[in-house]
């Protein structure tokens, strides 16, 4: 194969990034091809070749054979923009898939050989879910100012406006800004240059339907921040809040560590479930309201199960951000600890206890690395996990492992490393087994695979 040549595959998978994975005859060599479904015959033409194994990438030109599951995507943006990838394929499709990469991560250690992975639980909303936006401040090919992301393998900037994976008020918001900053003549950042002055744009909606928005600029002196927030909120009233975030750094990092106050509030009220949240502008939260509302109701019924049979004098809950999850099992546990690294969070989860002590005076939460605040615990009966995609590092397992409790609940973001990390809690002489791990779908249209494994002693 060379870049440039034209192809006829035959596309047998999809890879993690939700390209798909095609085959020439009986060739070992795979092409990725986005756009491209399992069972289709495609026409590509190769645009990169790897020189260190048998893959290359390629760029979809036609289908020949179309796939009973291919479906029309609803979104404009759909193939220039990165991030639903999957929205040409049948949702029922896409969950199949994603209990198919965790099955398979599971079989790659025999030490989880036999564990059931249930039916990938769907979302309530497959449309208009996700509570955040995160968008590239830049000029358009005609000049003008857009709103939107990056393309994938590229700088290119593709606009977002009418997204419909984003909650109504996020997309409405976005057209108001837009228009906010074309009237105040706000330049966008350049990073070749670095000149201009506003990198990103990041929405956030709560279960009111209300928007924070955080403006993130290069430089801390912002002469029209004042006056874009106070216009935005002028023609969006859901807009409750607007922060400045400064990030001088070169790179793609969206945040920096400093936040200026522009108009109205700096942190939303949220609800998850039964959980009572405060959420400031840099604070994770998972994207769809929804399914973590369904994922963390299955998670406190394992904690409930578990405190039946015999009281949780303490649970902790590990990476725990704003205390959502630790919120929702505090009733079963006669004490909860949350650990988090982010300090930002902590003042968040600490403000959700302040503002409902009378429910929650059996929770704290600390700012700690996850392994340092588990070694400074000397007992727990219940322990939760939930880390970011590189999975939990060795020394929290340790400690884990050390502290022994009657449950381990993990709620992962990447089936490979909670399957490396199930593999290690179950090692050797431990006691412990993976009662059941379930999908979900939280992040419909997109090749992400959330999942819940309850594991107990």
Known sequence: MRPGERLTLTCVDIDEDGAGVCRAGDAAATIHVRGALPGEVVTAAVNHVSPHRPQAWGDLLSVETTAPARRTPVCAAFGP?????????????????????VKSALTAYPALAGV??????????????????KLVCARGAD??????????????VVDLAGCRIVEPPLDEVTSGLREALVTAGV??????????????????????????VTL?????????GAAVAEALRTRCPAVAGVVQNVNPTRGNVIYGDEDVTLSGVATLSEQIGPAHLRVSSRAFLQANRGVAALAYAHLA?????????????????????????????????????????NATAIADASAAVSEDTASHTNVRFITADAAAGLRAVDRADAVILNPPRRGCAPAVLAEVRRLAPRLVAYLSCAPDTLARDLATLVDGESGYRVDAVTPYDMLPHTAHVESLAIVSR
């Not at 993130?216 to 029209?224: E, F, M």
Request: charged fraction near 20%; include cysteine.
């Open 116 to 133: 059931v992975v249930n039916a990938c639980v769907p979302s309530p909303q497959t449309l208009g879910y996700r509570n955040n936006a």
């Open 216 to 224: 993130v600029t290069a430089r801390p002196s912002w002469a029209a």
């Open 143 to 156: 000049g003008t100012l857009v709103l939107g992301a990056f393309a994938p393998r590229s700088h290119d």
């Open 187 to 212: 330049v966008p950042y350049d990073e070749r240059l670095q000149t201009g002055d506003l990198r990103y744009a990041v929405l956030r909606a709560n279960h009111r339907g209300q928007v924070l």
């Open 301 to 341: 019924e394992a904690v409930r199960a578990v405190a039946a049979a015999a009281p949780i004098d303490r649970l902790i809950d590990a990476y725990c951000g704003v205390g959502a999850i630790a919120l929702t099992v505090a009733p079963h546990a006669r004490e909860v600890l949350g650990i988090e690294a």
């Open 81 to 101: 923009c990165g991030g639903c990838v999957l929205q040409h394929w049948d949702l029922a499709a896409q969950r199949t898939w994603k209990e198919a990469q």
